[in-house]
């Protein structure tokens, strides 16, 4: 990228994050000066031109340049990167060809941040104290304001899918998603923003043993597993039932069985066989380790299973279909259970893919 040099915006970097030390802050022309860097990849391939960047104001651009610098200081704790940017004027972003290797993890200290295009309900502009998460699709577009100042964490797919699935015993969607906004003024958010600023703390520590790159990082976990306890997404269900304790084995194979043979009219008698106990000890153990039934468990089973399909096949299959496949033969009951499950009814679901 061209560099440069803004006395004005470098002098008041240092109050606005620690990452940006005596020299090592990148100050870049403007938000053109960025496509010139991309433009020097192999003319007419896309994955050489990923994004696309312009100032929000072309007209006062065109008076001022100097007015759009852009400031960026950046590190990476284990597979995250995390950057600081700051700018006087704002700038905008298309997504031309999306990284969708990572999940970005940002907020802001002053100015706002707007996403567009995506499709999708997690489209709006947000100030400070709200943290944003999304994924980059094709042609959505990401603006920041005037005087923004805010931080903003790639966080590694593969990662977050590692310890949702640790989590959650599951193997995780490559559609899996965030919904996009969370306030980090309140807890549990407020613990999201504290770790946030952990990091950005010791980044800026030269030879920190926890900034440094690393498989499995302490400080990179602590940040995945802190938003995916705080903010929503398609497995929060599956995390808000996890048992305080460890389950015993004839639990475990109950829902295993359960799971295999969601299908099938199963009764209790058949799921108790199948765990090696007897009905009454596995209702026992259910409700020490579940806090409810076999049988409620087992909806649940089918619930989740309904909504995987729902979501993976969307207007290919049949919603009676499905809750005939896995056992309700009422579809508005389904239906009702569906939303109260996942906040949205299955014909909202199949939409919104």
Known sequence: MSGGSNPRLVSSLQAQSPLFESGRALVIGSAYSINEKLASG????????????????????QQDPSDFAIAVAAGTVGGTRLSANVVKRGLAMVVKAPDESIYTFGFRRQGALRVEGTGRANEGEWGPGIGVLY?????????ISDEHMGLAFDLPRARIAAILGALTEREIADDFSFDAAFSLTEEPG????????????ELAIPGSLLSQSQSVNPLEDLLIRALLITQRHSYSHLLERAAPTAAPSSVRRAEAYMRAHAHLPLTLEMIAAAAGTSVRALQAAFQKFRQSS?????????????HQEIQQQGYSVSLLDVALKYQFSNPGRFARMYKQTFGVLPSQARRRR
Do not use: C, W
């Open 190 to 201: 407020a613990s999201v923003a504290r770790i946030a600023g952990f990091i950005e703390q």
């Open 42 to 61: 192999a003319p007419g391939d896309q994955a050489s031109h990923p994004r696309h960047f312009e100032p929000v104001d072309r007209r006062g651009f």
């Open 135 to 143: 994924r980059e699709r094709p042609d959505m577009r990401v603006a």
């Open 294 to 306: 076999p049988l409620q468990e087992l909806r649940k089973i089918r619930l989740e299973l309904a």
